[in-house]
């Protein structure tokens, strides 16, 4: 079934996006969950980006049975994981935009209470707003892991919650129509789901619901995966913690030995810098845009130590934070990594 003039989503209240690759092991188990909703206004939009297993094969056979599950039949090609998604975004026309991976689970409230959130914090329809929540890690048996992936760092708000680490994960978000069309019009230099989630908070309003609603299939095959949430560290630990990485860091501050996740930490200020932070602005992010920025831009280090500090930033762990401020409190170049 193709997805076309006569098969739109515009009489649905959400249409979820899944972009699938390979995943014929977990993908009917997915969509399951998500037929299991108990939020029934919803048709799901698929597109393959050029399976060689039974992926399709399956899909296909839910468009049969059912009327509101939808295949994207396109001739692009193989686009990529980012992009494929943001294809798949390109074609919504519904109020609201759900985004599901192919190999995770859906817990049954997870539509209704995230439309629940997104409509609270929506003041007008035109307000680029989005949602996102925890997860409940589990392996590839849905055997529980962790009760949480993103942790307390998903309620740090604005700005600070995800300029040095994206706490947005795809898979849990949903998104209002003004903030699809503010997507599509921006060009795309990020994740997917980073791309909607710096437009969020600097043009719109970003909510995170605590609660873990799906379980986030750790596996071989993961595109995206890893456990990154805070742990819970006492103090003793947290201080040999910070002797050791600060050790580590004198030694050597090669920027190619450090973190990938720390990459990004210094990555992104060119990315808000030159992509995002342009346009209105909501005031709400203007100082914090400008604290961010100094910390990058300005010559005082005490200064940037301490706003470092104030704003207590959202990172993946606690080590990348230590490492990031050990960065300042050294006179690294942050603007320059390769000048180190």
């Not at 798949?88 to 985004?99: A, F, K, N, R």
């Not at 003004?178 to 980073?194: I, N, Q, R, S």
């Not at 003793?236 to 600060?246: C, N, T």
């Not at 914090?288 to 930033?313: C, P, Q, R, V």
Request: glycine share 6%; aromatic share 10%.
């Amino acid at each position: 079934m193709k997805f076309g003039k006569t098969n739109t989503d515009h009489h649905y209240t959400i249409t979820i996006v899944m972009g699938t690759y390979n995943g014929e092991k977990y993908i009917a188990e997915q969509i399951d969950s998500i037929i299991q909703q108990t939020y029934r206004d919803w048709c799901l939009l698929v597109r393959d980006d050029g399976s060689t297993d039974g992926t399709v094969a399956i899909i296909r056979a839910y468009t049969q049975n059912h009327p509101n599950i939808f295949l994207l039949e396109d001739t692009l090609g193989n686009v990529g994981f980012n992009r494929n998604f943001m294809t798949l975004i390109e074609q919504t026309g519904s109020p609201y935009i759900s985004v599901c991976d192919q190999d995770d689970v859906w817990l049954p409230n997870k539509l209704m209470t995230s439309l629940n959130a997104i409509q609270a914090i929506e003041k007008s329809s035109d307000m680029p707003a989005l949602v996102h929540s925890d997860a409940l890690i589990v392996d590839s048996q849905l055997k529980p892991i962790a009760e949480k992936w993103i942790g307390k760092r998903g309620a740090i708000e604005g700005l600070n919650g995800i300029a040095f680490a994206n706490a947005v994960q795809g898979a849990s978000l949903m998104f209002n129509r003004a903030l699809k069309e503010l997507a599509v019009a921006t060009p795309l230099l990020a994740p997917y789901d980073y791309h909607l989630a710096l437009l969020s908070v600097l043009k719109g309003k970003r909510y995170f619901i605590q609660e873990s609603l799906l379980l986030y299939r750790q596996h071989s095959n993961n595109a995206i995966g890893g456990m990154q949430a805070d742990t819970q560290l006492n103090m003793q630990h947290y201080v040999r913690q910070f002797k050791q990485i600060a050790a580590n860091l004198m030694a050597s501050l090669d920027y190619q030995k450090l973190n990938p996740t720390i990459h990004h930490s210094l990555n992104a200020y060119h990315l808000i810098k030159d992509n995002y932070a342009h346009g209105l602005i909501v005031a709400s992010q203007k100082k914090a845009l400008d604290e961010y920025f100094y910390i990058f831009e300005g010559h005082s280090t005490i200064k940037k130590i301490y706003l470092f500090l104030k704003n207590k930033y959202g990172f993946g762990s606690k080590k990348d934070r230590i490492i990031f401020l050990m960065l300042i409190i050294t006179g690294r170049n942050l603007l320059d990594p390769s000048s180190w």
